[in-house]
C-alpha cells in the first residue's frame, strides 16, 4: 500500500466523455505525483505547437504523494498546461482544501482536453464524473460562481464540495488570470485561468469521500508530532513587526550566511507571507519603482507596510490543508478609504510589493482593496502589478499619452489612477482591455520594451536578482521563467540539502560578491535549489516547509514513510532532476528556444543602481552561470537542450513509452 490514489481522471469537453484510467507504478516510482505527473502526462499528451487557447491543450489539476497521508505542510495543488503567456512549459499552484479532495475522488490528477460549447463544469464525488451546464454561473466572479455552487449543491453531496473556479478575468481570457478556490485564493501564474475560460470550463467541484492512506501511517504521525514540538517552540513576543525593516537595513549589507530555517516557521505564523514586505523593501530584496528605484525613493515605506497593521485588523487566522502554521487570515476593511468590501484575505507578500512599492503606492487601504479586487477576478498581482508599473512609466516618459489611458493620469503613486486602472484590466474596458494580457503584449502593442519587466513572456515575482543572483539564474533557466519560487541563494543557506544529497554543496558564510561569479560550486547549488524543488512539487508540498530545512520538515522520511520505500536523499533528488528535465523536453517539443531567454537589462543592472544596497550591482555573468547550470543538469550549456546521454541516464526514454490505461 503507498499514497497514491494509482488512477487518473481524463476529461474530453468536446466530447464529454469522462474516463478512469490506472497509472502504471512505474511512472510513480520515477516522478511521484504533483507536478511530476503532470509533466509526465502533458509530454506525452500535448502535441507540439498547439494553441494555448485551443482544444489539444491540456489542462491538468494535481495533488502531490504525500497529500492526506498526515504529513505536515503536504496540501498544495497544482495546475499545469501549455502557457498562452509562454508558449511553453505552465503551472500555478496553490493551497486551501482542494488539493485532498482531488485524492476523495480516487484520482492522483485530473487532466482536461477539449473545448465545450457552451459554460460547463466538471462534477465529480468518486463514483461518478460527469459535465453540468455552468450558464448561470458564466459572468460571476469566482467567489460569487463559488458561493452559488454551494448552495446549490451543498444539500445534494454526501460532503461538502471543493471547488476550484475562475473569475471574470480567466472567462474574458486575460492571459493573466488564475485559478480560485477557497474564497478567492488563487493558483496565479503562467495565464492558466486563461486557458480554463478558453475551454469554458468555469469550474471543478469536488465532492468525494474516499480514504486517503499511506504505507506507514505510525511513523508519518511520528514524524509529524517531532515537527509539531518544534513549532510550538519556536514563539517570541508579540509587536516585533515593527523592527523588520532595521533587520532589513542590516541585511542589505552583510554577507550570506547559512540561516536556521526554522525562523521562517515564527514569521509566517506570526504575520504570514506580509512579514517580508517591510524587510524587502530595505533590504534591495523588493523591486521599488519598476524594478528601477532604490530605498531612497521610498524612504519609511517599510513603517507604512509594517505588518502589525495588518494583524491588528485580522479577524481570524486560516490554515491550509495538513498545516500547523496558518499563515492566511481574513480582514475586516469596511470603512476604509478606497475599499468597497467588507473583507478580504490578508494580502501575499508579492500582491503588496507589487501594488506598493513596485509602484510608489504608499496607501496600504487600497492594497486591501485592490486584493480583494483582483481576487475575485481572478487575476495575477504579480503580472498585474507589473504590468501596471510598465504603463505609469511609459506614461511618464511620453511613450503613452492620456487619450491612450482613457484619461487616467498615470504617475508613480497616484492611487486612485492604479485602482481605475486596475478595474479597467478585469472588466477588459478601454485601455484595461489593450494591457490586459500581460507586460510583454502591452510593449509589443505601444512601445516602451525598455520598461517592460518580462522574462520569456511572464513577469518575475517581487525579488530582485541583483540582491540574490541565484535568483537571477532560476528566473531564466526555470521551465516556466521568471518565477521565484524555484530557487534562491538565501533559501538555499536555510535548507542544507548537503546533508541528504551527496553532490549538493555545503552552505557557508560568504560575501555577497562571490555569487555574482559563473563557478561549478553556484552551479550545482542551482542545480539542487531545482531538483529539490520539484521534489517538494511532487509531494505537494509547501515551500514554507522546504525553507525550513531538512532536519525540521523531514521530507525524504515522509516520503518513504509514505510508500513504503527507502530510498536515501540521492535517488529522491534524481526525481526532482527527472521532473525537472521532463519540463525542459515540453519546451524543446513546443519549438521554445532556452537561449533566448533573458533577464531584461533593467534586472541585470544596466545601469547599475546608483545608491542602497544594491548600489553598483551587475549581473554581469547571468548569462555564463545559466549555461553552468545547464551544464551541471546535463544540458547542453548553449543551447539548454537535454542531451541524449542525461535522458537515458534519467528513463525518460522509457517512461514516455508508458501510458495510463
Known amino acids: 500500500m503507498t499514497s497514491f490514489a494509482g488512477k487518473i481522471l481524463r476529461v474530453d469537453l468536446g466530447t464529454g466523455k469522462a474516463e478512469s484510467l490506472k497509472v502504471p507504478e512505474e511512472v510513480y516510482e520515477a516522478v511521484l505525483s504533483g507536478k511530476g505527473l503532470e509533466a509526465w502526462y502533458l ?64 484520482y492522483d490528477a485530473i487532466f482536461v482536453s477539449g473545448m465545450a460549447e457552451k459554460p460547463v463544469y466538471l462534477y465529480c464525488d468518486g463514483k461518478n464524473a460527469e459535465l453540468r451546464d455552468a450558464s448561470k454561473y458564466w459572468g460571476m466572479d469566482a467567489m460569487e460562481a463559488e458561493k452559488a ?159 502589525e497593521h495588518i494583524n491588528k485588523i485580522e479577524t481570524a487566522k486560516y490554515h491550509c490543508y495538513s498545516c500547523p502554521l496558518g499563515c492566511g487570515g481574513k480582514l475586516n476593511i469596511r470603512g476604509r478609504k478606497y475599499v468597497e468590501f467588507d473583507e478580504t484575505h490578508k494580502p501575499e507578500y508579492e500582491t503588496i510589493e507589487a501594488f506598493g512599492p513596485l509602484l510608489m503606492n504608499w496607501s496600504l487601504d487600497s492594497i486591501y482593496q485592490l486584493n480583494e479586487l483582483l481576487n475575485r477576478a481572478g487575476m ?55 494591457i490586459a494580457d500581460g507586460v510583454k503584449r502591452a510593449s509589443e502593442r505601444f512601445g516602451g520594451k525598455e520598461y517592460a519587466m518580462h522574462i520569456g513572456g511572464q513577469e518575475p515575482g517581487m525579488h530582485d536578482a541583483r540582491n540574490d543572483p541565484q535568483l537571477g539564474v532560476h528566473f531564466v533557466a526555470e521551465p516556466a521563467p521568471g518565477k521565484h519560487t524555484v530557487g534562491m541563494g538565501i533559501e538555499y543557506g536555510a535548507m542544507s540539502l548537503c546533508d541528504i544529497c551527496s553532490w549538493a554543496p555545503p552552505a557557508k558564510l560568504h560575501p555577497k560578491k562571490e555569487d555574482l561569479e559563473d563557478t561549478e560550486t553556484l552551479a550545482y547549488v542551482s542545480k539542487a535549489n531545482a531538483c529539490y524543488t520539484m521534489l517538494v512539487d511532487g509531494a505537494g508540498g509547501c515551500y514554507y516547509g522546504q525553507m525550513m530545512g531538512v532536519h525540521m520538515w523531514k521530507l525524504v522520511e515522509y516520503l518513504n514513510a509514505a510508500e513504503g520505500w527507502d530510498y536515501d536523499g540521492d ?90 490505461g
Open 149 to 307: 455552487l454551494h448552495e446549490d449543491l451543498d444539500g445534494a453531496c454526501r460532503k461538502k464540495p471543493c471547488i476550484a473556479c475562475i473569475g471574470l478575468s480567466g472567462e474574458k481570457l486575460s492571459l493573466i488570470s488564475g485559478i480560485c478556490n477557497e474564497g478567492g485564493r488563487i493558483a496565479a501564474r503562467s495565464g492558466v485561468g486563461a486557458v480554463m475560460g478558453s475551454k469554458r470550463l468555469k469550474a471543478v467541484v469536488l465532492a468525494g469521500s474516499l480514504p486517503m492512506r499511506s504505507a506507514d501511517p505510525d511513523k508519518i504521525k511520528a514524524l509529524s508530532k517531532e515537527l509539531g514540538r518544534k513549532l510550538l517552540k519556536m514563539t517570541l513576543p508579540s509587536g516585533l513587526g515593527v523592527f523588520i525593516g532595521f533587520g532589513g537595513r542590516m541585511m542589505g549589507h552583510l554577507p550570506y550566511m547559512p540561516m536556521d530555517g526554522a525562523l521562517t516557521s515564527y514569521m509566517f505564523r506570526e504575520w504570514g507571507t506580509q512579514a517580508n514586505t517591510s524587510l524587502a523593501i530595505t533590504s534591495g530584496d523588493g523591486p521599488l519603482k519598476n524594478w528601477a528605484g532604490t530605498p531612497k525613493d521610498v524612504r519609511r515605506m517599510d513603517m507604512v507596510y509594517n505588518p
Open 571 to 660: 535517488h529522491y533528488m534524481e526525481i526532482g532532476e527527472r521532473i525537472q528535465t521532463l519540463r525542459q523536453l515540453f519546451n524543446i517539443k513546443q519549438g521554445i528556444d532556452p537561449a533566448s531567454v533573458k533577464l531584461p537589462k533593467r534586472m541585470l543592472g544596466e545601469p547599475a543602481l546608483s545608491s542602497g544596497p544594491l548600489k553598483g550591482v551587475t549581473l554581469e555573468k547571468n548569462r555564463e552561470q545559466v549555461s553552468s547550470h545547464w551544464r551541471a543538469f546535463g544540458w547542453d550549456d548553449k543551447t539548454g537542450v537535454p542531451l541524449k546521454g542525461t535522458v537515458e541516464r534519467l528513463g525518460i526514454d522509457r517512461l514516455t513509452e508508458v501510458d495510463a
Open 43 to 106: 509530454y506525452k499528451h500535448i502535441p507540439a505547437g498547439a494553441d494555448p487557447l485551443g482544444p489539444d491543450n491540456i489542462l491538468a489539476f494535481a495533488c502531490g504523494a504525500l497529500c492526506g497521508t498526515g504529513a505536515f505542510l503536504t496540501g498544495r495543488w497544482t495546475v499545469a498546461c501549455k502557457s498562452p503567456l509562454t508558449g511553453g512549459w505552465g503551472d500555478a499552484n496553490c493551497g486551501g482544501l482542494f488539493a485532498p479532495a482531488i485524492k476523495q475522488c480516487g
Open 380 to 434: 495575477d498581482t504579480i503580472s498585474a502589478g507589473n504590468t501596471v508599473a510598465w504603463a505609469i512609466e511609459c506614461y511618464e516618459n511620453g511613450i503613452l499619452t492620456n487619450e491612450q489611458t482613457d484619461g487616467l493620469e498615470l504617475s508613480w503613486g497616484n492611487t486612485e489612477a492604479i485602482l481605475a486602472l486596475v478595474k479597467k484590466m478585469v472588466a477588459r474596458e478601454g485601455f484595461g482591455d489593450a
